[in-house]
């Protein structure tokens, strides 16, 4: 089946030490976004990828970044996390831009 | 003014009930309608998608737009307990990305 993985799905790093989150698809769409979820709350943007071109969202920490080395595969890094990074990650697709998003399962992270 | 606005609930309703769940949003440029269910530590699961002003029915499901008030509504007939999560609105211009709402939570009463 056409899906959406990510891996880990379950995450704990120490305070400061990096750490990669991975997304996959066999979709083959071209956008890819990554959403930060806190409890409670909506999904919040970080960035997307069109094909390769990269779209941070303004108020995005430097303390993220994004890698999309091909079409299936795109990577969050978090370069030193805070406890305040602690929150579900959600990798999603699109065919285009405009059009319905598909989730992967998460990863939550826990930054101790 | 926020962008997209729900009720954050508890909504709760008896099983067998009506659920009514609510969006309002603030850009009259929005084009695309989206209605996503997700339970607790789970990722969101598309249910609808609406367009056009009007309803669109989908199994037990109906989207409603109305795009001159700004509102969008999703009804759950019969809903079951396994209906028992948070809904989330989003909303979207052409070409640009998607703006979610807080989610309601809907609580289905056995």
């Known amino acids: 089946d056409a899906m959406v993985i990510q891996n880990p799905r379950y995450q704990v790093t120490q305070f400061g030490k990096p750490v990669t989150l991975s997304c996959s698809q066999t979709?083959?769409?071209?956008?890819m976004y990554w959403y930060q979820q806190k409890s409670s709350q909506a999904p919040k943007l970080l960035f997307h990828?069109?094909?390769?071109?990269?779209?941070n969202e303004a108020d995005t920490p430097d303390n993220f970044q994004s890698r999309r080395p091909n079409t299936s595969f795109c990577f969050l890094d978090i370069r030193s996390p805070g406890l305040g990074d602690a929150a579900m990650y959600l990798c999603?697709?699109?065919?285009?831009?405009?059009?319905?998003?598909?989730f992967g399962p998460g990863t939550r992270l826990l930054v101790l | 003014q926020k962008e997209v606005e729900q009720n954050s609930g508890p909504l709760s309703v008896p099983e067998g009930a009506i659920a009514s769940l609510n969006c309002t949003y603030s850009?009259?440029?929005?084009?695309?309608f989206f209605w996503y269910r997700q339970y607790s530590g789970k990722s969101p699961e598309l249910i609808m998608s609406?367009?056009?002003?009007g309803d669109k029915e989908d199994g037990r499901f109906t989207a409603q737009l109305n795009k001159a008030s700004q509102y969008v509504s999703l009804l759950i007939r019969d809903s079951q307990p396994s209906d028992s999560a948070t809904y989330l609105c989003?909303?979207?211009?052409?070409?640009?990305?998607?703006?979610f709402g807080p989610g309601t939570r809907l609580s289905v009463l056995p």
């Open positions: 979709l083959n769409h071209n956008v």
């Open positions: 999603a697709t699109s065919r285009d831009h405009g059009e319905t998003q598909y």
């Open positions: 989003a909303v979207m211009r052409h070409g640009q990305n998607f703006v």
């Open positions: 990828y069109y094909d390769k071109d990269f779209n």
């Open positions: 609406i367009y056009s002003n």
């Open positions: 850009d009259r440029g929005s084009q695309s």
